[in-house]
């Protein structure tokens, strides 16, 4: 009995460690098969477009509370580097020949080419990349979207350099406070939004974004128009002409399901996306902090 019990604990002993041995061999093949890629952006914006009588159904630009790839942000930059996400060297771009032609073109303006390496994950876990680029709009006009900080502002020391000159001389110091104002000013992006890459059974992109484009409505101020038999000529010889400056926004909001190595469009009526996604072979992941992801903006 005692033998037959020693027996039985031994091959319970042996099928648990041939688990265990099985499920570490299983774990090292997940993480050993854990897929890195290359995500080219290129984002244009049509110069000529037709105007039609088509109605735009207002949309707000999407909100980042999640941790996101954020290029001018050093914290940002550090956290994801930590989670697996670089930037291919220069040599690594592919899309350059294109990006020459849409510079060149009269046709388009260029708004951004963007590239960034990131881990093949689900679209719950992966990081989304986040894009603000293009003309800056100030408080001068008007949105349906909050406006934010802007990315660069002017250093204290040219703000110093402007303000004490004009102290020296005791001249009042008009313009200290807008000045200052400049650096605190909110501003609206040309183009804002993101776009994520995720993988499931195969590749998927979601893009979430909006384009901002200046809109001058006359608003004509009826109420000199009242009462005229009571009024002179000269009362009602020009009425008052109000000019609102609003941005439109034009959403892109797709899913697509992508296909590595192939160049996809997303195409709008006001602006075009191209995304390539090249599969990446990956060494060990290192902090490595002199990895920066820096998005490229260029303008005609």
Same mark, same amino acid.
């Given at each position: ?59 707000? +630009?999407?909100?980042? @509370?999640? !941790?996101? &790839?954020?290029? %001018?942000?050093?914290?940002?930059? $550090? ?125 998927? +992109?979601?893009?979430? @974004?909006? !384009?901002? &484009?200046?809109? %001058?409505?006359?608003?004509?101020? $009826? ?78």
């Amino acid at each position: 009995m005692l033998l037959k019990l020693i027996r039985q604990s031994t091959l319970f002993l042996l099928s648990l460690f041939a688990f265990h041995l099985s499920y570490a061999e299983q774990h090292k093949e997940v993480e050993k098969e854990l897929k890195y890629y290359d995500v080219e952006v290129v984002i244009f914006k049509n110069i000529n477009v037709l105007k039609g009588p088509e109605q735009i159904k207002p949309r707000q +630009a999407p909100d980042f @509370l999640d !941790l996101y &790839i954020n290029s %001018t942000d050093t914290d940002s930059i $550090q956290r994801i580097i930590e989670l697996g996400y670089s930037t291919p060297t220069e040599d690594e771009y592919r899309l350059l020949e294109i990006v020459e032609k849409i510079s060149r073109s009269s046709r388009y303006k260029l708004l951004t080419h963007s590239i960034w390496r990131q881990p093949g994950l689900a679209k719950e876990e992966v990081l989304p990349f986040h894009i603000q680029v293009g003309e800056t709009y100030g408080s001068e006009y008007s949105s349906i979207d909050p406006a934010i900080e802007p990315i660069e502002e002017p250093l204290i020391e040219e703000l110093t350099e402007v303000i004490e000159p004009v102290q020296k001389l005791n001249v009042p110091v008009e313009n200290e406070q807008q000045t200052t104002e400049f650096v605190t000013n909110k501003i609206w992006y040309e183009l804002e939004g993101k776009i994520t890459i995720g993988l499931s059974r195969y590749l998927h +992109a979601y893009v979430d @974004l909006v !384009l901002r &484009i200046p809109q %001058t409505s006359q608003v004509v101020n $009826q109420i000199s128009f009242q009462n005229t038999a009571n009024k002179t000529t000269q009362d009602i010889e020009e009425p008052l002409d109000f000019s609102t400056r609003i941005l439109n926004n034009f959403a892109l909001q797709e899913h697509r399901r992508m296909r590595s190595k192939t160049l996809h469009y997303l195409d709008h009526p006001e602006f075009g996306v191209l995304i390539l996604i090249t599969p990446y072979e990956a060494p060990q992941i290192e902090s490595d902090t002199s990895s920066v992801i820096t998005p490229i903006v260029i303008q005609n």
